[in-house]
């Protein structure tokens, strides 16, 4: 009989080792997973930074983001676009996706328009943006041409512009 309730602890204890085992196993693996998603992080694309002179754009890399970012690349010292302006810029634009170029003005003449007319990215992004600035603008499909597109740029597409302000009026 003593062997019969020692044998019972001892599966007992070996049943309980393996449930804590697996749950150790479970939890190492898991947190090998979220670790793996950390790796795999939104990077804003490089932007050169040479004023006066066409960007060259970095490939993104990650996943796009959802909301609309702006980082100034050069810092203007002119007057400050507002949400009534209308500004005279040099851009490009390229897919988040692909980092192929749609647009870009530098090949023509600087691009001019009031602002209210402008993707509503821009009408954001813009404001108080300064004369002789260059900005770095991720713009979700929201906040650019949503799911028509526009031109050569599909539907549903994360946008990467560059801006160089050139004049507010």
Avoid: C
């Avoid at 001892?10 to 479970?26: E, K, Q, S, W």
């Avoid at 998603?37 to 796009?64: D, F, M, Q, R, W």
């Avoid at 909301?67 to 690349?73: E, F, N, Q, V």
């Avoid at 260059?134 to 028509?148: D, S």
């Amino acid at each position: 009989m003593e062997f019969l309730k020692k044998r019972k602890i001892v599966i007992a204890v070996g049943i309980l080792l393996i449930i804590v085992l697996g749950v150790a196993i479970g939890a190492h693996s898991t947190s090998q997973s979220s670790g793996k998603a950390n790796t795999l992080t939104t990077e804003l694309p490089s932007v050169s930074a040479t004023p006066g002179v066409a960007p060259v754009i970095g490939k993104p890399v990650g996943a796009a983001p959802a909301s609309l970012i702006s980082k100034d690349i050069i810092v203007g010292s002119g007057a400050a676009a507002i949400t009534s302006s209308t500004v005279t810029a040099q851009y490009v634009v390229m897919s988040w996706k692909t980092g192929v170029v749609y647009q870009t003005s530098w090949t023509a003449q600087p691009f001019t328009a009031p602002l209210a007319n402008l993707i509503p990215g821009w009408q954001q992004g813009i404001p108080g943006m300064k004369i002789g600035g260059r900005r770095l603008f991720i713009i979700p499909p929201a906040l650019a041409y949503g799911a028509q597109g526009a031109g050569n740029i599909p539907a549903n597409e994360t946008l990467v512009f560059v801006v160089d302000l050139l004049a507010v009026k």
